[in-house]
């Protein structure tokens, strides 16, 4: 059982201030808090392999490979585009 002296000590040491209203509840919370930790003590874990991630998907992606296009296809692609050099299309800059 959490006594009201070590909530006061626990806040001292969090460099916290609380009032006497809020040491009586952290003293039912703390209290609340440890006994569940008594009932995760008494889990049955014999045989369970411990997790080494809360996540066990992983990231799919695919390759970063370049398509080979016909000439044609890339002018007509330039084309469409509003400003041109070079036979590429030229956009703003997005970094200084």
Request: no cysteine.
């Amino acid at each position: 059982m959490v006594l009201k002296k070590d909530v006061i000590r626990i806040a001292q040491l969090a460099r916290i201030q609380v009032s006497n209203k809020e040491v009586e509840k952290f003293v039912g919370e703390f209290s609340d808090i440890l006994t569940y930790f008594d009932t995760l003590k008494k889990a049955k874990l014999k045989g369970i392999q411990p997790m080494t991630h809360s996540v066990t998907s992983q990231n799919v992606v695919r390759k970063d490979e370049g398509k080979k296009v016909s000439v044609e296809v890339k002018n007509k692609l330039v084309a469409m585009t509003e400003t041109t050099k070079g036979g590429f299309s030229k956009v703003k800059a997005i970094l200084q």
